[in-house]
């Protein structure tokens, strides 16, 4: 009899024994399926736009002055605005590049749906050429750009001829004069 209950105890415990075998495979499968289909979520996650940007000469009251788009090297500061939406909580970037080299970076951090931010760069009167700002996100991903020329003054136009004399046969101009 000790025998038939051992062996009708160790049956009613098989099953469970063998449903819990059967279950414990499923859930780390289970569990592994929603943290890769949260993982492209995360990747695809909105990092907002760049509703306006621009360059320009100065920052008033949040707001750029003026559009820049090229400018002398006898000037030597610019300013980059960029209004972005639909980004807070995040760190965004302005990258300064000069012909393709990377020369400056600025970060913010986004504390709203509608946020103005600016940088700006003392710029070097030597350093002409094509200038470039990225609005770029954390995960390196460029949401905007911008580009800018710096040229070279031009000089002021010298050795250039007088009026021409007056030939021997005309009368000299003279100034009117009033009586």
């Given at each position: 009899m000790n025998k038939l209950l051992a062996l009708l105890s160790a049956l009613v415990v098989l099953p469970v024994y063998a449903a819990d075998e059967y279950t414990a495979p499923a859930q780390p499968a289970a569990a592994a399926q929603p943290a890769t289909a949260t993982q492209p979520i995360a990747q695809t996650k909105s990092t907002g736009v760049v509703a306006r940007a621009q360059f320009t000469?100065?920052?008033?009251?949040?707001?750029?002055?003026?559009?820049?788009?090229?400018?002398?090297?006898?000037?030597n500061r610019i300013y980059y605005f960029s209004e972005i939406k639909d980004a807070s909580n995040q760190k965004l970037t302005h990258r300064w590049e000069h012909n393709g080299k990377v020369m400056s970076e600025t970060s913010f951090d986004i504390g709203g749906d509608r946020w103005r931010v600016?940088?700006?760069?003392?710029?070097?009167?030597?350093?002409?050429g094509e200038w470039k700002v990225s609005v770029v996100d954390?995960?390196?991903?460029?949401l905007g750009t911008n580009t800018f020329t710096y040229?070279?003054?031009?000089?002021?136009?010298?050795?250039?001829?007088?009026?021409?004399?007056?030939?021997?046969?005309?009368?000299?101009?003279t100034t009117p004069q009033k009586y």
């Open positions: 000469s100065e920052i008033q009251d949040r707001e750029p002055v003026d559009k820049v788009s090229s400018l002398i090297n006898d000037k600016f940088s700006n760069k003392t710029l070097d009167p030597s350093q002409t954390e995960a390196g991903s460029t040229e070279i003054a031009k000089a002021p136009a010298t050795n250039l001829p007088a009026t021409a004399p007056a030939a021997a046969d005309q009368p000299a101009a």
